[in-house]
C-alpha cells in the first residue's frame, strides 16, 4: 500500500497549498539552493526562475505602438488613428495582420535559438507573457490559434513544434482554443537561413494546407496564426493563404519577434 506521506503525497500537498505559507517558502528555498535560478539568455543568477537578467532584459527591443497595422513594424512617427507603412502598401501581405513582441536582435535572438534548437523550453511562460501584451489587438477577435506547422520529418527528429508550444501556450493564457493540427504541411521545405525573399516565396509556396476534416472549424472563422520569428513575412502568407483558401474570414499573425532590418541576421 502506497505511503500517503511518501514524496507525492508531500509534493501534491505543496502544490495544492495545503502546507503552511513558511513551509512552502522553506522547501522553495531549499529548491532555489539546489538548483539556483539563473538568467534564461545568459545564465547568470537571478532573483526568481524564468527570468531574465537586468543586463539581458535591457537588452530586448520591445515593439509598441506606432506600429504598421498590416505588418506591426514599429514605425518612427505616431498618428492620430491606426497607419499602414508604405512596405504594406507596396507589397501587401496575404494576412491581415501581424504583430510581434520584439525586434529579432540580442537577447531576443538568443532566447529564439535556444528555444527552437537548445531544448530551452523553460522560458515558454515567460514568451507567452510578452505575446499576450504584444497580440491585444489580434487575440481580441480570434476563434482559433493554430501553430505554423513542421514538416514530420523534421518534427520527428527535433520531437517538438516551437511554434506549437508557443500557441499552447496562448491558448491557455487567453482560452482561445487552439489547433495544431488544422494547418499542415503537404511537403518539406528547404531552411529558410540564408534565402533571399523571393527564395523564401518560392520555397514554401504551395508547401501548406488546411485538412479536409479541419474546414469545418477554420471556415468562417479568425484565425491566429503563432510562430517564432517573422522575417520576411513569406511562411506567414503561404499560411494565411491555405487558411483563406479553406474559408477563413480572417488571419492574424502572432510573433515572438519579427525582422525589422531586412540586413539584420535571420534564422
Same mark, same amino acid.
Given at each position: 500500500?502506497?505511503? =500517503? /506521506?511518501?514524496?507525492?503525497?508531500?509534493?501534491?500537498?505543496?502544490?495544492?497549498?495545503?502546507? =503552511?505559507?513558511?513551509?512552502?517558502? +522553506?522547501?522553495?528555498?531549499?529548491? /532555489?539552493?539546489?538548483?539556483?535560478?539563473?538568467?534564461?539568455?545568459?545564465?547568470? =543568477?537571478?532573483?526568481?526562475?524564468?527570468?531574465?537578467?537586468?543586463?539581458?532584459?535591457?537588452?530586448? !527591443?520591445?515593439?509598441?505602438?506606432?506600429?504598421? !497595422?498590416?505588418?506591426?513594424?514599429?514605425?518612427?512617427? =505616431?498618428?492620430? +488613428?491606426?497607419?499602414?507603412?508604405?512596405?504594406?502598401?507596396?507589397?501587401? *501581405?496575404?494576412?491581415?495582420?501581424?504583430?510581434?513582441?520584439?525586434?529579432?536582435?540580442?537577447?531576443?535572438?538568443?532566447?529564439? $535559438?535556444?528555444?527552437?534548437?537548445?531544448?530551452? $523550453?523553460?522560458?515558454?511562460?515567460?514568451?507567452?507573457?510578452?505575446?499576450?501584451?504584444?497580440?491585444?489587438?489580434?487575440?481580441?477577435?480570434? !476563434?482559433?490559434?493554430? &501553430?505554423? *506547422?513542421?514538416?514530420?520529418?523534421?518534427?520527428?527528429?527535433?520531437?517538438?513544434?516551437?511554434?506549437?508550444?508557443?500557441? #499552447?501556450?496562448?491558448?491557455?493564457?487567453?482560452?482561445? &482554443? %487552439?489547433?495544431?493540427?488544422?494547418?499542415?504541411?503537404?511537403?518539406?521545405?528547404?531552411?529558410?537561413?540564408?534565402?533571399?525573399?523571393?527564395?523564401? #516565396?518560392?520555397?514554401?509556396?504551395?508547401?501548406?494546407?488546411?485538412?479536409?476534416?479541419?474546414?469545418?472549424?477554420?471556415? +468562417?472563422?479568425?484565425?491566429?496564426?503563432?510562430?517564432? %520569428?517573422?522575417?520576411?513575412?513569406?511562411?506567414?502568407?503561404?499560411?494565411?493563404?491555405?487558411?483563406?483558401?479553406?474559408?477563413?474570414?480572417?488571419?492574424?499573425?502572432?510573433?515572438?519577434?519579427? %525582422?525589422? /532590418? &531586412?540586413?539584420?541576421?535571420?534564422?
Amino acid at each position: 500500500m502506497p505511503d =500517503p /506521506d511518501g514524496q507525492a503525497g508531500i509534493a501534491g500537498r505543496v502544490a495544492h497549498g495545503a502546507f =503552511p505559507a513558511a513551509v512552502r517558502r +522553506g522547501l522553495q528555498g531549499v529548491s /532555489d539552493f539546489l538548483l539556483p535560478p539563473l538568467c534564461l539568455c545568459c545564465r547568470e =543568477p537571478v532573483q526568481a526562475h524564468d527570468g531574465l537578467c537586468a543586463q539581458c532584459w535591457a537588452d530586448i !527591443d520591445f515593439i509598441v505602438q506606432p506600429c504598421c !497595422d498590416r505588418l506591426g513594424i514599429p514605425l518612427a512617427y =505616431p498618428s492620430a +488613428g491606426k497607419i499602414v507603412s508604405a512596405a504594406a502598401l507596396a507589397d501587401p *501581405p496575404v494576412y491581415d495582420r501581424a504583430r510581434a513582441a520584439a525586434r529579432y536582435h540580442g537577447t531576443m535572438r538568443n532566447l529564439v $535559438h535556444g528555444l527552437k534548437y537548445g531544448d530551452r $523550453h523553460e522560458g515558454v511562460r515567460l514568451m507567452s507573457g510578452w505575446l499576450m501584451r504584444a497580440g491585444g489587438e489580434v487575440l481580441e477577435d480570434a !476563434d482559433l490559434v493554430v &501553430p505554423v *506547422p513542421l514538416a514530420r520529418t523534421r518534427l520527428w527528429s527535433r520531437r517538438f513544434n516551437q511554434a506549437a508550444m508557443l500557441a #499552447r501556450a496562448v491558448s491557455s493564457a487567453s482560452g482561445i &482554443p %487552439v489547433s495544431p493540427l488544422a494547418l499542415e504541411r503537404t511537403r518539406r521545405t528547404e531552411s529558410q537561413v540564408g534565402l533571399s525573399a523571393s527564395q523564401r #516565396r518560392k520555397n514554401v509556396a504551395g508547401a501548406f494546407r488546411v485538412p479536409e476534416r479541419w474546414c469545418h472549424a477554420v471556415a +468562417g472563422r479568425t484565425i491566429l496564426l503563432v510562430d517564432d %520569428v517573422i522575417t520576411t513575412g513569406a511562411t506567414a502568407n503561404a499560411c494565411a493563404r491555405a487558411l483563406k483558401r479553406a474559408g477563413a474570414a480572417h488571419v492574424n499573425v502572432l510573433a515572438l519577434a519579427r %525582422v525589422v /532590418d &531586412p540586413l539584420a541576421p535571420t534564422l
